[in-house]
Structure formats: structure tokens, C-alpha cells
Nanobody, 128 residues
Framework: QLQLAESGGGLVQPGGSLRLSCAASGFTLDYYAVGWFRQAPGKEREGVSCISSSGGSTDYADSVKGRFTISRDNAKDMVYLQMTNLKPEDTAVYYC?????????????????????WGQGTQVSVSS
């Protein structure tokens, strides 16, 4: 059974950093583009970042450009989201999602509807 599991969330002060991890089980991530999404209370889910299956292409929402970095280790079936200079508006539940792709160098994009498999999410809270 295809499963994704996020970890690494927590409470951090403004300006702090966190690294989120997304672990795949039941399948290999080699052929999947992956995205990170977040949902704050009362708001719609929004795309944060995405990475192609090869890891060679990435994309970011404008709100996180220069602060977040997505990466992946296909040998470990892991995808990461390094978050720096965190702001209170980054507070949300963060989800990773995967989409099967035949284009290893192309990202899937930041629209949640383009992804088939989702994790349960990890809470990130930024507060002083």
C-alpha cells in the first residue's frame, strides 16, 4: 500500500528553522514527482514547493522563495523541506503529496488536484 508520512514539524520562534521530512513506504519514489502543501486554519490548502522525480527541477510559491528549499534522496525514498526564517504566517499543517510521472525532469506543479497520494500532515507553528 502506498503511504507517505511527514515528520519534523513543531513549534519554533519567528526567524527559526525546521526541516520537514516525507517518507514513502510501499512504493519507490523514483517515478513520482512530489509536492509540499500547507493548510492553515480557515484557509484553503496551498502549494508551497514541488520537485521533479529526478530532483533536477523545483518550484516554489512566491511566499516562500528564498526561505524554503526542497530536496529529495531517491535512494532513501525521502523528500525534505528545509524551512528557514520562518514567519507566523507559515503556521499550518504541512502535507507532502506524490504524483506518478513519466517526465523525470518536470515538476508536477503547485495545484493539489494534480497529486494522487497524500500524507497525514505535520503541524508547524511559528510563534514567540
Amino acid at each position: 500500500q502506498l503511504q507517505l508520512a511527514e515528520s519534523g514539524g513543531g513549534l519554533v520562534q519567528p526567524g527559526g528553522s525546521l526541516r520537514l521530512s516525507c517518507a514513502a513506504s510501499g512504493f519507490t519514489l523514483d517515478y513520482y514527482a512530489v509536492g509540499w502543501f500547507r493548510q492553515a486554519p480557515g484557509k484553503e490548502r496551498e502549494g508551497v514547493s514541488c520537485i521533479s522525480s529526478s530532483g533536477g527541477s523545483t518550484d516554489y510559491a512566491d511566499s516562500v522563495k528564498g526561505r524554503f528549499t526542497i530536496s529529495r534522496d531517491n535512494a532513501k525514498d525521502m523528500v525534505y523541506l528545509q524551512m528557514t526564517n520562518l514567519k507566523p504566517e507559515d503556521t499550518a499543517v504541512y502535507y507532502c503529496a506524490a504524483a506518478l510521472t513519466l517526465q523525470p525532469g518536470v515538476v508536477q506543479g503547485l495545484f493539489s488536484g494534480d497529486y494522487d497520494h497524500w500524507g497525514q500532515g505535520t503541524q508547524v507553528s511559528v510563534s514567540s
